[in-house]
T-cell receptor, first 116, second 115 residues
Framework: EDQVTQSPEALRLQEGESSSLNCSYT??????LFWYRQDPGKGPEFLFT???AGEEKEKERLKATLTKKESFLHITAPKPEDSATYLC?????????????????FGAGTTVTVRA | NAGVTQTPKFQVLKTGQSMTLQCAQD?????MYWYRQDPGMGLRLIYY???????DKGEVPNGYNVSRLNKREFSLRLESAAPSQTSVYFC??????????????FGPGTRLTVT
């Protein structure tokens, strides 16, 4: 069964204290991995897509990396405004052999709190 | 552009009542999705519509129905609400095709409580 597991569940950081979030997956034939940011009371906001092992993407203080079994979201010198829940999701193809039949399977998320 | 919009933002129902959650997107996306989000369980797919005129079940479809009204709109209906359907519901849309990037864009959510 395809599974996506995120760790830790919660992470409390001091401003400027760099850290990493983990997303591990057991899917047959990964087609893509996505990172989202979700603020309280809002919908998830797209951050990155990674398609192949070794790929890296960066945006401000965030850097996402991908291996064959897991992805990391590195937060460098975080600020209080980086406080949010970070979700990862893997791309799964549906039963039909059509380019438009696909779904995302989400992990439960990591809630990051950055204290000033 | 408004992106993905959802109505209502909040709703309280009594067990057995019915309601329809509305979703619309203005990005000309072909695919649309309905998710529910519960504490500690992440987003779970209820139904999706890969393209206008098609709908398919996701991971947790029981107790729900959907209608893809046109390319812009995708509604979710609860025929007889149950307390287990208390959740936050998100609609999402995505472009699809050989050169698309497959990421999904989410609406602000509907917070539903069933008493």
């Amino acid at each position: 069964e395809d599974q996506v597991t995120q760790s830790p569940e919660a992470l409390r950081l001091q401003e400027g204290e760099s850290s990493s979030l983990n997303c591990s997956y057991t899917v047959s034939g990964l087609r893509g991995l996505f990172w989202y940011r979700q603020d309280p009371g809002k919908g998830p906001e797209f951050l990155f897509t990674l398609y192949s092992a070794g790929e890296e993407k960066e945006k401000e203080r965030l850097k996402a990396t991908l291996t064959k079994k897991e992805s990391f979201l590195h937060i460098t010198a975080p600020k209080p405004e980086d406080s949010a829940t970070y979700l990862c999701a893997v791309l799964l193809w549906g039963f039909l052999l059509l380019s438009n039949d696909y779904k995302l399977s989400f992990g439960a998320g990591t809630t990051v709190t950055v204290r000033a | 552009n408004a992106g993905v919009t959802q109505t209502p933002k909040f709703q309280v129902l009594k067990t057995g009542q019915s309601m329809t959650l509305q979703c619309a997107q203005d990005m000309n996306h072909n695919s649309m999705y309905w998710y529910r989000q519960d504490p500690g369980m992440g987003l779970r797919l209820i139904y999706y519509s890969a393209s206008e005129g098609t709908t398919d079940k996701g991971e947790v479809p029981n107790g729900y129905n959907v209608s893809r009204l046109n390319k812009r709109e995708f509604s979710l209906r609860l025929e007889s609400a149950a307390p287990s359907q208390t959740s936050v519901y998100f609609c999402a849309s995505s472009e699809q095709g050989r050169r698309s990037s497959y990421e999904q864009y989410f609406g602000p959510g509907t917070r539903l409580t069933v008493t």
